[in-house]
């Protein structure tokens, strides 16, 4: 069983709403897509932790797929762009995936 999830995820320049689905860098809004938050959750969650491509294309879209593992990177890339100061947290591990760390 999965543990219970925090309510809110806060670390420097970045706050996080889980249950409100909201998204603050220096305390303005950021609007995510349902994909984008659902990564950024994955990656938060697991933080520390190295995740590669075809685990996140499996948990996060939802299923084993035929998309390229690089729809991995563009969706990171967006996601960091988004994130602003704050996408500096989303390390490219290369060759393997990414991680998040604080």
């Not at 909201?22 to 303005?28: A, G, L």
């Not at 809004?29 to 932790?49: D, I, M, P, Q, Y």
């Amino acid at each position: 069983m999965k543990p219970a999830e925090d309510p809110f995820f806060e670390c420097e320049n970045l706050k996080v709403d889980w249950q409100g689905h909201r998204i603050f860098v220096k305390n303005e809004e950021v609007a995510l897509t349902k994909l984008e938050f659902n990564l950024l959750r994955h990656l938060v969650n697991s933080r520390g932790r190295v995740l590669n491509r075809d685990y996140l294309l499996d948990q996060v879209w939802g299923y084993n797929t035929d998309l390229e593992t690089r729809t991995v990177d563009t969706h990171v890339k967006r996601l960091r762009d988004k994130l602003g100061m704050a996408g500096e947290y989303i390390e490219t591990v290369r060759g393997v995936g990414y991680r998040f760390n604080t």
